[in-house]
């Protein structure tokens, strides 16, 4: 690694290590034997396919690359903790490999293969004169192509279009080790890298190959992360390891080299360390507890999880009463495969019928068995650990660091000085085709005893086969920028997650907000140590099921809020936000814990990165919006009329709300249709039916409880409240004519509802249809436009209807099935009463559920342009802050470097294609700004340069706003320092 401390220094140095290594390569440098193996032309294969990945799963951020680094010298994030903090804490370590062989000359010689980059030959990495690696390369193929990212489970579009060593079926499903398509952890890692490259010594790992060098290594790697709080400090690295060369290797060390500066790459000279074998685990933490960001810093470290094993010992090395077990063996070593539970087969997954499904034995890949077992490894541990003074041990010095990789080397650590350690876990054999497996985790925490509590969780995730609790998925969110508000909305896929542990155990969702990308700003819950834990929501809903308030379980004195059973909600509106002001918001799901197995809720990942450009990058549950005013001349858009019924009886609520305006398109109609076809449910589907063809926006939804969990399309949040069959007194009513008359309805004693409205028309003479008593009026079924059979109860015993008797509506053409009633009764009133008359009707309504054939319609209008704008709209015009006096809340934070960042004045409600320009008091023109950004905002930034990209001064400035169509407006504003 290269570090520019010391310049001077470091160009002696470089003559020095010149010159060493030309006497070195006179016998040592294999270029010599190229023309024995009729290799007169080389060239190194992995370069070009070097990617990089960032991991940023919880609250650890940090760059990895395909060839076995963690971090870049001189580049972030370099395991920043916590994520968003800009608090990065190395420079950077990799993965290393180291065996004793005998070259082609018979000397016994030690190879070590190492990811470490550094900078140029000779400082850090193992890199030759001529620039060639001589380390680890990534193999080509396992991440896809035009692109430079390593396959991450979370980001679909850098997989590979066929995973090399998987078959053909495994192609758009993630690389699982338990299984196709099962990403264990909320975010996932895969590359796989070999030593092919590492032609510094005469050795040659394959007979069968003589292009082949190294040490014949391929390496599948693997990262892990949980969201989850219990692990949110750690990332998991597992490293499976196999021998493909023809020669076995009988003593091997595998380990990591690296440099921690911790408290930053520019507080490097004040770093302690220290190891504990018990644990397997070293660590590294700041002597003065300040970093170069001038607070307190955190402690770092690596533990060993599952070390390389040895089975051919007779002994038992990791003291769980297994003799020499392995994970490639073929048995199950410690008896713990069941074939109830993980009889499904080679590809991990059940009921998809494959190789060694119910079969009654144990099949690689099943759970429990062999690679899938971490418990059938003989695990030795850490067995070396060496911290020293940079740059006094270097990677590049193979024979130095095989040296410090011997087993039982532990000397005092250096201390309060700029630390580089090595670390490793040996000798064990690997014989040719074998595979050794190698797991750690990276971990960091608020102190020692932090540190120590997360190393305690890690290993029972471990421990557990890394069937940790997993997050329900993440909901995909849209925000939409308003007035002084910001709304958000949200998918419902979340709701159907499955926990590998507890099942179905989604709960609710939580929205975080802030005005930092690493959600720090709501990061403000402690545990019982004071720690920093849990994150503030500014809204949260939940369930409506009984499970509610504080989840029984802590962790370290804190316990998780499920909530107060409000009901969940798929979109929220936040009006407590100030215009032009960048918010990040976050939208998790979470699940509700599972208190048998002893695991708190877990709540999926919320992550905002910066690619390599440094521009923010969001996932599909995290937005970046800055709220604004409109342009002055701006027209909302609108449901254009009433919601109109085509067809059917239903009399429920259809309500088209606009939650998106600038996704809502002008003159677009759409229909909504009910159907229960085949025997099933009552469904609705959505359709736009403006175009050529019908445009499905809702396929099938059996919403009818007026729930926000439809779909948002073209910007409309689609609620239906459908009604149940019962009389609708509210619209029940004389249409026609003055009589006084009270109607009272209702259901007959045991009638049956039947969904029809009815008129009661009076001057007909006629019979009822039961008692053939005479009745002054008919009746009549609108719904179906048809007479009606009733009955009259002539309470009065009048022979005839009378104020009191009961008029009841009979269903069917014959027969005697009652439905509804209505009886009319005569005021007592001064008055007196007013009978019906010829020409009176009274309308009984009932409120109808939608039906099979039920057809409704609406349409939408546009956000637009006020035409003909009047002048008087220009007066809302303002400059934001006005005076500007040295700085201002709503410039963005340089996150990338230090400094101030951008200076910035906003000028709020510009009509839209207005053009400002800005003149000094003496009427030079400084700057001329137009206001591009079409409906979505009135706002119109200023960077305080001028045309010629200078810095202006502090003083007194005039702005003139045109208009086209409306006017013009002049205003000045102030600058001070």
């Not at 079926?169 to 264990?184: P, R, S, T």
């Not at 170069?292 to 090395?317: M, Q, R, T």
């Not at 099943?366 to 690679?371: A, G, I, L, T, V």
């Not at 779909?711 to 009589?739: C, E, K, M, T």
Request: charged share 25%.
């Amino acid at each position: 690694m290269i570090k520019q401390k010391h310049p001077a220094m470091t160009l002696m140095l470089l003559a020095l290590i010149f010159m060493s290594g030309s006497l070195w390569a006179q016998k040592k440098n294999a270029d010599t034997f190229f023309d024995h193996y009729k290799r007169s032309l080389y060239k190194q294969a992995g370069q070009q396919d070097r990617r990089q990945g960032i991991h940023s799963g919880n609250l650890i951020r940090t760059l990895f690359y395909n060839y076995g680094s963690i971090g870049f010298p001189y580049t972030t994030p370099a395991v920043e903790w916590p994520k968003g903090s800009n608090h990065n804490y190395i420079f950077e370590f990799g993965v290393i490999a180291a065996a004793e062989v005998v070259d082609v000359y018979g000397d016994t010689i030690h190879i070590v293969d190492d990811g470490i980059i550094g900078g140029i030959a000779g400082e850090g990495g193992d890199i030759s004169f001529s620039g060639e690696v001589w380390g680890w390369q990534p193999l080509p193929g396992y991440a896809a192509e035009g692109q430079n990212n390593v396959a991450m489970s979370d980001r679909p579009e850098t997989w590979p279009a066929q995973w090399p060593n998987r078959p053909a079926d495994w192609a758009g499903n993630w690389i699982g080790e338990y299984g196709k398509g099962l990403a264990i952890a909320d975010q996932e890692s895969y590359f796989v890298m070999d030593d092919r490259d590492n032609r510094e010594f005469a050795y040659f790992p394959d007979s069968r190959d003589s292009t082949r060098r190294g040490l014949g290594l391929r390496v599948e790697v693997r990262g892990y992360q949980w969201a989850h709080t219990l692990a949110e400090d750690c990332i998991f690295l597992i490293y499976e390891i196999t021998n493909e060369g023809d020669k076995d290797l009988d003593k091997v060390v595998f380990g990591m080299y690296g440099d921690a500066d911790v408290g930053g790459a520019e507080d490097w000279n004040d770093d302690d360390s220290f190891f504990d074998v018990s644990r397997d685990m070293v660590y590294q933490w700041d002597h003065d507890n300040r970093g170069i960001w001038g607070g307190a810093v955190g402690y770092f470290g690596f533990k060993y999880l599952e070390s390389p094993g040895n089975p051919f010992d007779g002994i038992d090395n990791d003291g769980d009463g297994l003799i020499d077990e392995r994970r490639d063996d073929g048995i199950d070593n410690d008896g713990d495969w069941n074939p109830e539970r993980d009889d499904v087969g080679a590809d991990g997954l059940p009921d998809t019928g494959d190789e060694g499904e119910g079969d009654g034995q144990p099949t690689a890949g099943e759970p429990n068995f062999d690679e899938t077992d971490i418990d059938e490894s003989d695990q030795i541990g850490l067995t070396s650990f060496n911290s020293f003074v940079w740059p006094s041990v270097r990677v590049s010095d193979d024979e130095e660091m095989w040296q410090r990789l011997t087993p039982g080397s532990f000397p005092q650590p250096a201390q309060n000085v700029d630390i580089v350690f090595l670390y490793g876990s040996g000798y064990f054999p690997l014989k040719a085709g074998q595979t050794q497996r190698f797991s750690i985790a990276l971990l960091l925490g608020e102190d020692r005893e932090d540190l120590f509590r997360n190393a305690d969780v890690v290993q029972k995730i471990y421990n557990s086969n890394y069937r940790f609790a997993k997050a329900p998925d993440k909901p995909t969110v849209t925000a939409v920028p308003g007035d002084g508000t910001v709304t958000l909305y949200w998918d419902n896929k979340a709701e159907f997650s499955l926990d590998p542990i507890s099942g179905e155990d989604f709960e609710g969702y939580r929205i975080y907000r802030s005005t930092d990308p690493g959600f720090n700003e709501a990061r403000t819950i402690t545990d019982g140590q004071g720690n920093l834990t849990l994150y503030e929501p500014i809204a949260q809903f939940d369930l409506k099921n009984g499970i509610k308030g504080y989840q029984p379980l802590d962790y370290n004195g804190i316990k998780y809020y499920l909530g107060n059973d409000s009901g969940l909600k798929h979109s929220w509106t936040d009006s407590s936000v100030v215009n032009g002001l960048t918010y990040y918001y976050a939208v998790v799901s979470y699940d509700r814990g599972d208190t048998l197995a002893l695991i708190p809720p877990t709540e999926c990942t919320k992550v905002i990165d910066i690619d390599e450009a440094g521009n923010l990058v969001t996932d599909i549950n995290t937005v970046i919006v800055t709220p604004s005013a409109p342009p002055a001349d701006y027209t909302p858009p609108e449901i254009s009329g009433a919601v109109e019924r085509l067809a059917g009886v239903g009399t429920g609520r259809i309500t088209p709300v606009i939650i998106d305006p600038f996704k809502v398109e002008d003159g677009a109609r759409y229909e909504v249709t009910f159907s229960d076809s085949l025997g099933s449910p009552l469904a609705y589907r959505v359709q736009r039916i403006d175009g050529a063809l019908p445009e499905i926006k809702i396929s099938h939804s059996t919403l009818f409880n007026n729930e926000e969990a439809n779909p948002v399309f073209d910007g409309i949040h689609l609620y239906v409240a459908g009604d149940s069959l019962q009389l609708d007194a509210q619209n029940s009513r004389w249409i026609n004519g003055s009589s006084n008359y009270t109607a009272t309805g209702d259901l007959f004693h045991n009638g049956t509802p039947y969904a029809a409205d009815y008129e009661i028309r009076f001057g007909a003479n006629r019979t009822d249809d039961v008692f053939n008593l005479p009745v002054p009026f008919e009746v009549w079924n609108i719904t179906e436009d048809k007479a009606a059979r009733f009955g009259l109860i002539d309470n009065d015993a009048d022979g005839g209807w009378s104020s009191g008797d009961d008029v009841v509506m009979l269903i069917g053409e014959s027969g005697v099935k009652p439905s509804w009633q209505v009886t009319f009764t005569a005021p007592a009133d001064s008055l007196g009463p007013r009978a019906p008359q010829a020409g009176d009707i009274y309308l009984l309504a009932t409120r109808k559920p939608f039906a099979s054939g039920d057809v409704f319609r609406f349409g939408t209008r546009a956000a637009g342009v006020q035409q003909n704008a009047p002048a008087s709209v220009l007066d809302q015009i303002a400059v934001v802050p006005n005076p500007y006096v040295a700085t201002n809340i709503l410039e963005p934070v340089n996150r990338q470097l230090n400094g101030r960042g951008q200076r910035r004045i906003d000028f709020i409600n510009i009509p839209t294609n207005a053009v400002i320009r800005i003149f000094t008091v003496t009427g030079n023109l400084v700057q001329t700004l137009r206001n591009d950004s079409g409906l979505e905002s009135g706002t119109v930034s200023w960077d305080l340069l001028s045309a010629d990209n200078i810095e202006v001064a502090y003083g007194v400035y005039i702005y003139h706003v045109e208009a086209p169509g409306i006017g013009t407006k002049t205003g000045k504003f102030a600058l001070i320092k």
